[in-house]
């Protein structure tokens, strides 16, 4: 997905042009005081953390719709209605190409988990077999509190360091998108 009207940026704002590229859709689903996250494990490389979402397609009506698509995907899941809480930018290339710095775009979601059942997880990675040398999914519920999340290694680390900072306003968050007050 591109951007209509590109920016102009960088120390010759008239030369290089910012584009976003790719839009995710992610959620801190939050349940009890603990966060609901995918243990990637990946041959030949270090286990890792990521939370549940993911591509904003070009049939989604908008980000939320993309969001509650990627939580039925990965989770079979639900969630209340999400609170943007993040916004990550990052470049996709080292430098601009052209004139034009690619940028990936991660809107992150604050939302309370209401329902799960992993038997109807419906994304790519869990339906088509040659996705399977791609590694696992599984969900691990980690606690709430800078200790425990301070000891996985959640991607991205700018995310990372962000739930780590804001754990209780993140529960908070999470109740309030459960009663439908913003």
Same mark, same amino acid.
């Given at each position: 997905m591109t951007q209509a009207d590109p920016r102009p940026v960088g120390d010759d704002p008239a030369s290089v042009r910012e584009v976003v590229v790719r839009r995710s859709a992610r959620v801190l689903a939050v349940n009890d005081g603990r966060l609901a996250l995918l243990r990637r494990t990946r041959p030949g490389m270090p286990v890792y953390y990521v939370t549940p979402g993911g591509k904003v397609e070009e049939d989604d009506?908008?980000?939320?719709?993309?969001?509650?698509?990627?939580? /039925?995907?990965?989770?079979?899941?639900?969630?209340?209605?999400?609170?943007?809480?993040?916004?990550?930018?990052?470049?996709?290339?080292?430098?601009?190409?052209?004139?034009?710095?690619?940028? /990936?775009?991660?809107?992150?979601?604050?939302?309370?988990?209401?329902?799960?059942?992993?038997?109807?997880?419906?994304?790519?990675?869990?339906?088509?077999?040659?996705?399977?040398?791609?590694?696992?999914?599984?969900?691990?519920?980690?606690?709430?509190?800078?200790?425990?999340?301070?000891?996985?290694?959640?991607?991205?680390?700018?995310l990372a360091e962000y739930v780590i900072r804001n754990c209780a306003a993140l529960a908070a968050e999470a109740r309030r998108s459960a009663t439908g007050r913003h």
């Open positions: 009506a908008d980000v939320v719709a993309a969001l509650h698509r990627e939580v /039925r995907e990965e989770l079979g899941g639900v969630i209340t209605d999400p609170v943007q809480v993040f916004l990550l930018t990052e470049r996709i290339d080292d430098g601009p190409v052209d004139g034009v710095r690619r940028l /990936r775009v991660q809107h992150i979601f604050a939302a309370e988990l209401v329902s799960y059942d992993l038997s109807a997880r419906s994304g790519p990675e869990f339906t088509e077999p040659e996705m399977a040398v791609k590694g696992t999914y599984d969900l691990e519920w980690v606690p709430l509190v800078p200790e425990r999340l301070g000891a996985i290694h959640l991607r991205a680390p700018e």
